[in-house]
């Protein structure tokens, strides 16, 4: 590499044989809040809100010898002969230039299941749906959307694959072993589907559609799903700089979420809150000198103890994951099947809870009030949690064994 002075230019400087002509184009931002198009005008000859500098590092990796364009869509288009001139484009943007493929959840139940129940939904890639009426779980227009909505299916109009729309529900049993059940009943949706991490749900007016196109199209302005269960979805950084921060660089070895945040925060600044966390303190990252004496006097057992706590009280933890297989195969199975699943989930439930609630106690006491945690409280807390993770992951196996055990009979018996 070859620098030339401050705003020079940093081109490869290593000889090469060919000679190649690159256009770096970087697409055209679709209006939207984020993009801050109502401030331009404020701005004499303001027309895009950040420079693309992706493209412009990958542009300073080529040879010193290579022709580079680099055009801005934001600021005009590139044209037809810019593209025959090419002999490579590089293409670069964010999800807010990409289109999302939009599902019309209502239609889709009209046109393929023939289900035309009146609900509401919240948009998102997991809509929580709430069925007009409040019905209870167990009510037959409940059981049966839940069944319809396992059943759907579309064609990728980006692939051209077959998708099912449904990857796993959640009734309002498991709604509540996952944190989102509130104080509220009337803001407790009748289930959730955690749909393909690729399709924005949301309800839409007409009846069947026509052409699936009518259901499932790609929407021309952004693509911002959350919500879901998946990795792409749910894993996202946190960083962490200041006085009393270890300097590790990037470090995944830790689970943590949200909840993390603010007792992390105020065990680095020597406060406290009037209440308890539900997180716990991210001490793997704190510099000893820096963590409370709490911590710092039995920091091996805090931490084998948080670690146990996220797996199991974190919706996306061991025991989360598990039960949300557990109650998807148990509400899309018969009726039987799901009534033994619902007197099964609440005592799960109800010991989780006690079970956590005795963790952060020891958790937070360590934290904010000088009390270690001590090996015996770490080995018994600690066991009742792992043995209970192990209960709710042997369910979802068990139902996964049964159920490869029931497909085997159908094919023992086609034969």
């Known amino acids: 590499m070859r620098t030339r002075g401050w705003g020079g230019r940093v081109r490869y400087s290593i000889p090469v044989k060919n000679r190649r002509?690159?256009?770096?184009?970087?697409?055209?931002?679709?209006?939207?809040?984020?993009t801050f198009n109502h401030a331009y005008?404020?701005?004499?000859?303001?027309?895009?809100?950040?420079?693309?500098?992706g493209l412009l590092l990958i542009a300073a990796y080529m040879p010193e010898g290579w022709p580079v364009r680099f055009i801005d869509e934001n600021i005009r288009k590139a044209t037809a002969a810019e593209f025959e001139w090419?002999?490579?484009?590089?293409?670069?943007?964010?999800?807010?230039?990409?289109?999302?493929?939009?599902?019309?959840?209502?239609?889709?139940?009209?046109?393929?299941?023939?289900?035309s129940t009146a609900f509401s939904v919240h948009s998102d890639d997991a809509p929580t749906?709430?069925?007009?009426?409040n019905p209870a779980p167990t009510d037959t227009v409940t059981r049966t959307m839940e069944h319809d909505?396992?059943?759907?299916?579309?064609?990728?109009?980006?692939?051209?694959?077959?998708?099912?729309?449904?990857?796993?529900?959640?009734?309002?049993?498991?709604?509540?072993?996952?944190?989102?059940?509130?104080?509220?009943?009337?803001?407790?949706?009748?289930?959730?589907?955690?749909?393909?991490e690729n399709y924005f749900f949301a309800n839409a007016n007409g009846g069947a559609c026509v052409n699936q196109s009518d259901c499932i199209f790609v929407g021309p302005n952004f693509a911002w799903n959350h919500g879901d269960f998946q990795r792409d979805i749910t894993r996202t950084w946190f960083a962490m700089v200041g006085p009393g921060v270890q300097r590790l660089g990037r470090h995944d070895a830790v689970f943590s979420d949200h909840t993390d945040v603010r007792p992390t925060m105020l065990a680095l600044l020597g406060l406290k809150d009037s209440y308890m966390?539900?997180?716990?303190?991210l001490s793997e990252w704190i510099a000893r000198t820096a963590l409370p004496s709490g911590i710092r006097q039995g920091q091996e057992n805090f931490v084998e103890l948080a670690e146990v706590y996220k797996q199991l009280n974190a919706p996306l933890g061991e025991l989360g994951r598990a039960s949300m297989v557990y109650a998807n195969r148990s509400i899309t199975d018969v009726d039987m099947a799901y009534a033994r699943y619902l007197s099964k989930i609440s005592d799960i439930t109800n010991r989780r809870n006690s079970l956590a609630s005795d963790i952060k106690t020891a958790l937070d006491a360590a934290a904010f009030g000088n009390r270690p945690v001590d090996e015996r409280s770490e080995d018994g807390l600690g066991h009742r949690a792992r043995a209970l993770i192990d209960q709710v992951k042997d369910l979802a196996e068990r139902d996964h064994r049964a159920e490869n055990h029931d497909h085997h009979d159908d094919h023992r018996a086609e034969n």
């Open 129 to 133: 749906v709430y069925i007009n009426g």
């Open 41 to 53: 005008r404020l701005m004499k000859g303001v027309r895009a809100f950040m420079p693309p500098q």
């Open 86 to 115: 090419a002999d490579v484009v590089l293409v670069s943007g964010m999800h807010v230039q990409k289109g999302e493929i939009n599902a019309s959840l209502n239609r889709l139940l009209i046109t393929q299941r023939a289900n």
């Open 149 to 196: 909505l396992d059943a759907l299916v579309a064609t990728n109009p980006m692939t051209g694959n077959t998708d099912k729309l449904s990857k796993l529900l959640a009734d309002q049993a498991e709604m509540k072993l996952l944190h989102m059940v509130t104080a509220s009943p009337a803001r407790t949706p009748t289930l959730t589907m955690f749909g393909d």
């Open 21 to 34: 002509r690159v256009l770096c184009v970087f697409p055209h931002y679709t209006p939207s809040f984020g």
């Open 277 to 281: 966390h539900d997180g716990r303190v």
